[in-house]
C-alpha cells in the first residue's frame, strides 16, 4: 500500500519479499544452532529491532522466550554519538541460566553490539551471541562481527522495518534509502 511516507524513499534497498527470505534463512540458523539449547532468549534491542525480532519469532520453530533492553547511541540525526547508553536494563535474576541472543536492526560503527555482548557476559548470561539484521562493514570502528547477519549494505542512511528516521519511518515495510533532502533540510 502506498503512504505519504514512501515518497521520502530515494530507493528500496530490500524488498518485503527479500526481508521474508532473509529472515526466514537465519531462522532456520537459529533453529539449527539452538536446538539443544535450554533457555533461549531473544534480546529485543528497542526500539528498531522489534519488527525484526517479531519477524525471527514467528519463523523459529524451537522454543524461545523475549525479552527487552533499550539503548541509545545515535541521538537525534543520522549520526552516531559513539557512546552507548542503556535505558532499559534486563531485568531477570535467572540469566545465568539464560543463552542470550541479542537482536539488533543494523550494525554500523559495532559499538552497540561489541558493548552490550561484553556487558551481558559480565552480568552473568550463561551464552551470549549477537544478530543483526543489516550490516554497514565500511562504518566499522570497533573490530567487532555478529554471529548471524542478513544483509550487508552500502553506507547510506536506511529506514523501514523497524529502523527510523527521528522516530519515523519504522512501519514502512521494506528498508529504503531515505533521500537526503528529508535530513539535510
Ligand atoms: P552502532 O553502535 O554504530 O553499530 O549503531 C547501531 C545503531 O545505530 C542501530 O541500532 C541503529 O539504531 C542506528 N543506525 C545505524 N545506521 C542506521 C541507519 O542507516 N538507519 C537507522 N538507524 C541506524
Ligand atoms: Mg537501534
Same mark, same amino acid.
Given at each position: 500500500?502506498?503512504?505519504?511516507?514512501?515518497?521520502? %524513499?530515494?530507493?528500496? =534497498?530490500?524488498? $518485503?519479499?527479500?526481508?521474508?527470505?532473509?529472515?526466514?534463512?537465519?531462522?532456520?540458523?537459529?533453529?539449527?544452532? +539452538? &536446538?539443544?539449547?535450554?533457555?533461549?532468549?531473544? =534480546?529485543?534491542?528497542?526500539? !528498531?529491532?522489534?519488527?525484526?525480532?517479531?519477524?525471527?519469532?514467528? &519463523?523459529?520453530?524451537?522454543?524461545?522466550? %523475549?525479552?527487552?533492553?533499550?539503548?541509545?547511541?545515535?541521538?537525534? !540525526?543520522?549520526?552516531?554519538?559513539?557512546?552507548?547508553?542503556?535505558?532499559?536494563?534486563?531485568?531477570? /535474576?535467572?540469566?545465568?541460566?539464560?543463552?542470550?541472543?541479542?537482536?539488533?536492526? %543494523?550494525?554500523? /560503527?559495532?559499538?552497540?553490539?561489541?558493548?552490550?555482548? $561484553? +556487558?551481558?557476559?559480565? #552480568?552473568?548470561?550463561?551464552?551470549?551471541?549477537?544478530?543483526?539484521?543489516?550490516?554497514?562493514?565500511?562504518?566499522?570502528?570497533?573490530?567487532?562481527?555478529?554471529?548471524? %547477519? !542478513?544483509?550487508?549494505?552500502?553506507?547510506?542512511?536506511?529506514?523501514?522495518?523497524?529502523? *527510523?528516521? *527521528? $522516530?519515523?519511518?519504522?512501519?514502512?515495510?521494506?528498508? !529504503?534509502?531515505? &533521500?537526503?533532502?528529508? +535530513?539535510? #533540510?
Amino acid at each position: 500500500m502506498a503512504t505519504n511516507m514512501d515518497q521520502d %524513499i530515494q530507493t528500496i =534497498l530490500v524488498t $518485503e519479499t527479500e526481508l521474508d527470505r532473509v529472515t526466514f534463512r537465519i531462522a532456520s540458523e537459529i533453529d539449527r544452532d +539452538y &536446538k539443544d539449547a535450554e533457555h533461549l532468549v531473544l =534480546l529485543c534491542i528497542l526500539k !528498531g529491532s522489534i519488527v525484526f525480532t517479531g519477524e525471527l519469532m514467528r &519463523k523459529l520453530t524451537i522454543p524461545s522466550e %523475549i525479552d527487552f533492553m533499550k539503548v541509545s547511541s545515535y541521538g537525534s !540525526g543520522t549520526t552516531s554519538s559513539g557512546r552507548v547508553n542503556i535505558i532499559l536494563d534486563i531485568m531477570r /535474576s535467572d540469566l545465568n541460566e539464560c543463552d542470550i541472543l541479542i537482536i539488533e536492526d %543494523i550494525i554500523d /560503527s559495532g559499538r552497540t553490539l561489541s558493548y552490550l555482548a $561484553e +556487558y551481558l557476559r559480565l #552480568k552473568g548470561a550463561k551464552s551470549v551471541k549477537t544478530c543483526a539484521l543489516l550490516d554497514k562493514p565500511s562504518r566499522r570502528e570497533v573490530d567487532f562481527q555478529p554471529d548471524y %547477519i !542478513g544483509l550487508e549494505i552500502p553506507d547510506e542512511f536506511v529506514v523501514g522495518f523497524g529502523l *527510523d528516521y *527521528d $522516530e519515523r519511518y519504522r512501519q514502512l515495510p521494506y528498508i !529504503g534509502i531515505l &533521500k537526503p533532502s528529508v +535530513y539535510e #533540510k
